[in-house]
């Protein structure tokens, strides 16, 4: 099977597993984890900030990130497909009582005048907006990159407003090899980042917030126990989590090659439409046209033929790339998209 339905699929190494199998570990919730400490300082280090907090999950990252800095009734301005929105269970009203208050971009981006517009005034009658979360890669956008440029201008706006913001990094990685961006140029815009260490990285589980020591991480860790993410000897799962750190960031750069090649190949099929040059990192979005088969029907057709990826709409499809696909298998791939779909 070529799995082409998410980067959350990867497998770890053997040398990933060795790693995990030798790791000094201790009780987490007491701070007593010496791999998840050191995870977490590379994670600090790396993004350009003083502290980091390790939790289970890319969802309980940007939640946490929600709740630190927010009030219940505040408001969340977002792009309103970001997976915040679309695919974490209303998680931001249920848990934090927050309002989000999603404004439409173009593939995930957000004009900095567009967040400026939805700040809501300072006055007795709206919601105090206290948070602006963007995402980097944009998931739903097809993989698209925040260009730093309106990063910079949305931070300086929130700036003169006192409003905190977020990133969901799940994929910040990707952004980072595909435009040779430092990591730290990115986070330096935002109070909290989150990024995952189980999709591209190809660690098993987990995801980092990284922000500054003060407040916002006290709260977080409060947060975390509250949520039920505190783990104890998760050293196991954070020594994968340093080996991704440490090997499979610039490996992501495959990952963009092969899914510009998928994409290209799509391009040759006569009912696909795509846009090659919308592939700017590891996920490629098409649309199938004129087809009489719905779209559950063609992703059966497909994983008969040994290719598995998800529909995300009536005729459109998400295919990602990532470590367990090789150039040859999306060759493979391109010949078996072009054999059921043509
Ligand atoms: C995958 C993903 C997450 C988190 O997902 P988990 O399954 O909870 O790890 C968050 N944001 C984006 C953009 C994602 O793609």
Excluded at 195 to 218: H, M, Q, R
Excluded at 231 to 259: C, F, S, T, V
């Amino acid at each position: 099977m070529i799995d082409l339905r998410s980067d959350t699929v990867t497998q770890p190494s053997d040398m990933m597993r060795e790693a995990m199998c030798c790791a000094p570990v201790g009780d987490d919730v007491y701070g007593e984890d010496p791999t998840v400490n050191r995870m977490q300082e590379i994670a600090a280090a790396l993004l350009g900030k003083t502290a980091a907090l390790y939790v289970p999950s890319g969802i309980m990252a940007n939640q946490l990130s929600i709740r630190a800095q927010t009030q219940p009734g505040d408001e969340v301005i977002i792009e309103s497909s970001a997976h915040i929105v679309l695919y974490e269970h209303g998680a931001a009203a249920a848990l934090a009582g927050a309002q989000l208050h999603g404004i439409t971009g173009d593939r995930g981006i957000l004009e900095p005048e567009q967040v400026e517009a939805a700040i809501q005034p300072k006055d007795p009658y709206h919601p105090r907006t206290s948070l602006i979360c963007l995402e980097n890669t944009h998931n739903s956008g097809g993989g698209s990159i925040y260009p730093l440029a309106k990063i910079e201008r949305t931070r300086s706006i929130a700036q003169a407003h006192g409003i905190a913001m977020h990133l969901d990094g799940a994929r910040l990685f990707n952004a980072v090899v595909a435009t040779g961006i430092p990591a730290a140029e990115y986070a330096r815009h935002f109070d909290t980042v989150s990024f995952c260490l189980s999709k591209g990285l190809g660690a098993p589980v987990g995801s980092l917030i990284v922000t500054n020591d003060g407040p916002i991480i006290e709260q977080l860790r409060r947060s975390r126990r509250m949520y039920g993410g505190g783990m104890r000897q998760a050293g196991i799962l954070a020594a994968a989590g340093i080996y991704a750190l440490e090997r499979n960031i610039p490996r992501l750069k495959e990952d963009h090659d092969n899914a510009r090649r998928l994409a290209e190949l799509l391009n040759k099929v006569a009912t696909v439409s795509v846009d090659v040059n919308h592939v700017e990192t590891n996920i490629v979005i098409f649309d199938v046209v004129g087809s009489s088969r719905s779209a559950s029907e063609i992703v059966d057709a497909l994983r008969k033929h040994g290719v598995l990826l998800n529909a995300v709409g009536k005729t459109t499809f998400r295919a990602v790339t990532h470590l367990g696909v090789d150039a040859q298998e999306i060759e493979q791939a391109g010949q078996i998209l072009f054999q059921v779909l043509s």
